[in-house]
């Protein structure tokens, strides 16, 4: 080979290095904006744990000061915990529970750049299913649940075949389910209210998931302690399900990819259409099992409830950083934004704040939440 | 000026509209802020039945959520355009709506309040509703009655409607303190009161889900509470569910107001202890009956005497009745109830 031929040798003098991803910025916010990159939970984490001790320091500071010895009991008005106690903490985790579980559902949707309006009209809508089926048509209490989560999943259904298949966006698609379920929801209910005591003698199944999985803490009657119930570990072993299965199949690889870019997605042969109409029919399905959960919670079925439920679980996945853009973030996250509303909702009414101040500040923690996706979303531009 | 145009458009139907309907059939207008609400079901029924005996025709009007003013506002303006006779409302909003209001009236309509009062009362020709202080009042005598000395030292949640403050929500909730025995300072908002027994209050939007979550944040406050006063009986039942998760159900006080069929057999599986109850059937049979009156000669309906409305009526409910308070109990109540 003369050395004319050899055009390899021209690149003798050229840099030698392989494009590469690597930051070369090595400051501290640019490698704090770097793991923020990678672990898009850890935003919503350091919130919540930092919102923790703050409101614990705020509401508990006499019994505290008297634990450690600072003070004598007849110098302080209180010296009961009420932020710090069992009691509380299962109340948080009572009032999560719903937005937990429907965040779930939504989150999903969201990683693939949709929206769910209907989640929570579905998720009512299931739960008067499964009221009505039993005591209107008698049915015995297993099949109504099952029937009830049938129709959550199909509303899903109809939801993703419309978006993936026929074209039309997600925002609209699902306004329309919205107001189409909950319509149905008024109209086959006749906003008739199935009352807990008749559930709870003919049908407990329905409140099963209201029922204590187990109990820390408390007298012999569980007093006093906290209740961990069915619906909360539901919500727990579901979030970390989804996340295990969005991380580590291929199916919640897929579903990332469908989310970041769908044709590029198509081009390396990911099914995009199956995949979204499995997330909508999951979404639905998950949606479903907060109706059962919801009548577990609120002791009865009422047509009423849940009105809030899509901002509510809209509000848990942007504040945990899911980016509403789609492909990124984690549903950890979600959980995390969850309990944050949670943990502040209950943190401001013990201080004894006007409920609008509650408001106010998740109103702060979703703006603040997508301005630091975008900065976040710098890095890979 | 496209609303002026919008305004004189109006006035131009309702003024054919009103010779039009001359040689007709007397009609008229019920709009509710539902028609999923089984209060305003009851309502429809009443005014239903009414207007069939008396031969009026009778359009029914409701927003789609608790809080659609709009709706009512077209409603108002096809009533006017329709030459109704009159209008039986129950507003959303109760102040936004008197413009409205005061359109159909000028065109001629009888406009009676039914439920919620308009704010100012005197917007709407006559209001026909519950007396909600009353209906406070009843329960809060009825616990500190039968709580008896303890009622001294009672430690007392508030399960209140919304942030907001609407009036029937203040009602219940001082009328409620007032037969308790407490002092309410300011009887226009709730809130203000300085009784040590108050552990707090809390909203609930009336529904079962937010009546839970108020009992827990109030739970948290003060684990203690034994007493409960609640807006409605879903709130009241939610409220039960919370108590009952830390095993407090049993030696807690709840009482309510509404009625309902729901809530009246609440009453009776003791869940709750006491309730007021309102007639909607009532309410807007009688309103029916006003608007006949007054498409026959002109008569305006007059308030209960000592009222600046017309009091429907209201029973306390209970089966555990204590003395110099009257009451019926849950067999009466069940066949009074609505819903």
Request: charged share 20%; hydrophobic share 25%; net charge negative.
């Given at each position: 080979m003369s050395p004319q031929d050899n055009?390899?040798?021209?690149?003798?003098?050229?840099?030698?290095?392989v494009a590469s991803f690597e930051d070369e910025r090595k400051g501290a916010v640019a490698r704090f904006q770097s793991l923020l990159h990678r672990f898009p939970a850890a935003v919503s984490l350091i919130v919540l744990l930092v919102a923790i001790p703050v409101f614990g320091l705020l509401i508990d500071r006499e019994p505290l000061m008297y634990s450690l010895g600072m003070v004598d009991l007849e110098d302080i008005s209180n010296s009961r915990y009420r932020f710090f106690s069992l009691r509380t903490l299962s109340f948080i985790l009572d009032q999560v529970m719903i937005v937990g579980i429907v965040g779930a559902a939504q989150a999903l949707v969201i990683l693939t750049a949709g929206i769910d309006l209907s989640v929570g009209a579905i998720m009512v809508f299931s739960s008067v299913i499964m009221g009505q089926f039993t005591f209107r048509y008698g049915l015995p209490v297993e099949v109504s649940v099952v029937a009830g989560l049938a129709v959550g999943a199909l509303c899903g259904f109809i939801n993703g075949f419309l978006v993936a298949r026929i074209k039309l966006p997600p925002f609209i698609v699902t306004l329309g389910m919205w107001q189409i379920v909950l319509a149905t929801n008024f109209l086959y209910s006749a906003n008739e209210t199935i009352r807990s005591q008749d559930i709870a003698s003919e049908a407990s199944l329905l409140q099963v998931f209201g029922k204590a999985a187990f109990t820390i803490g408390g007298d012999a009657e569980g007093r006093g302690g906290a209740n961990f119930t069915v619906g909360v570990l539901f919500m727990i072993l579901l979030v970390i399900g989804l996340a295990y299965a969005l991380r580590n199949t291929a199916w919640g690889r897929h579903v990332y990819a469908v989310g970041d870019d769908p044709e590029a997605a198509e081009l390396s042969g990911v099914n995009v259409k199956g995949t979204l109409i499995s997330v909508y029919v999951m979404s639905g399905l998950i949606c479903a099992f907060a109706g059962w959960a919801l009548i577990g919670r609120i002791g009865s079925v009422s047509p009423t409830s849940g009105q809030l439920a899509n901002i509510d679980s809209i509000t848990a996945v942007v504040i945990g950083g899911i980016s509403l853009f789609g492909g990124r973030g984690s549903i950890l996250g979600m959980i995390f934004g969850a309990f944050i509303v949670g943990v502040f909702t209950m943190g401001l009414r013990l201080l004894g704040a006007d409920a609008q101040w509650t408001y106010l500040l998740i109103g702060v923690l979703i703006i603040a939440a997508v301005a630091v996706d975008q900065w976040i979303r710098k890095v890979s531009s | 000026m496209k609303k002026l145009l919008a305004g004189s458009a109006i006035a131009l139907v309702a003024a054919t509209g009103a010779a039009y309907a001359g040689g007709h059939a007397t009609s008229a207008c019920l709009i509710t802020k539902t028609d999923t609400n089984p209060f305003f079901v009851k309502m429809r029924e009443g005014a239903t039945a009414a207007a069939e005996e008396l031969g009026i025709n009778l359009l029914t009007f409701a927003g789609r959520v608790d809080g659609d003013h709009e709706t009512q506002v077209a409603a108002i303006e096809t009533c006017i355009a329709e030459g109704a006779s009159g209008i039986l409302l129950t507003a959303s909003d109760t102040s936004s709506i008197v413009s409205a209001v005061t359109e159909a009236r000028e065109a001629g309509l009888v406009v009676i309040a039914l439920d919620t009062p308009l704010s100012p009362i005197d917007a709407a020709d006559a209001t026909f509703a519950t007396d909600n202080f009353l209906a406070g009042e009843l329960i809060g005598a009825w616990a500190a009655a039968s709580l008896g000395d303890a009622a001294a030292d009672a430690k007392i949640a508030m399960l209140d409607l919304a942030v907001s403050q609407p009036t029937v929500g203040v009602l219940r909730d001082q009328g409620f303190l007032t037969g308790f025995g407490i002092d309410v300072g300011d009887v226009t908002r709730w809130g203000d009161e300085t009784d040590p027994r108050i552990i707090g209050n809390e909203v609930t939007a009336g529904n079962e889900e937010g009546g839970r979550t108020a009992m827990e944040a109030l739970l948290a406050v003060d684990p203690d509470i034994n007493v409960v006063y609640t807006i409605n009986e879903p709130a009241a039942a939610g409220a039960y569910e919370a108590l009952k998760s830390v095993g407090r159900e049993n030696d807690v006080l709840i009482v309510s107001v509404d009625g309902g069929c729901p809530g009246i057999q609440n009453v009776a599986d003791g869940v709750i202890g006491a309730t007021s109850q309102q007639y909607p059937l009532r309410m807007a049979a009688l309103g029916i009956e006003a608007i006949a009156a007054y498409a026959a000669d002109g008569t305006l309906p007059q308030p209960t005497e000592g009222k600046d409305f017309f009091d429907t009526g209201v029973a306390l409910v209970t089966d555990k009745p204590v003395e110099g308070i009257e009451s019926i109990d849950t067999a009466e109540g069940t066949e009074l109830c609505w819903g």
């Open positions: 055009y390899e040798s021209a690149l003798e003098g050229a840099s030698q290095q | -």
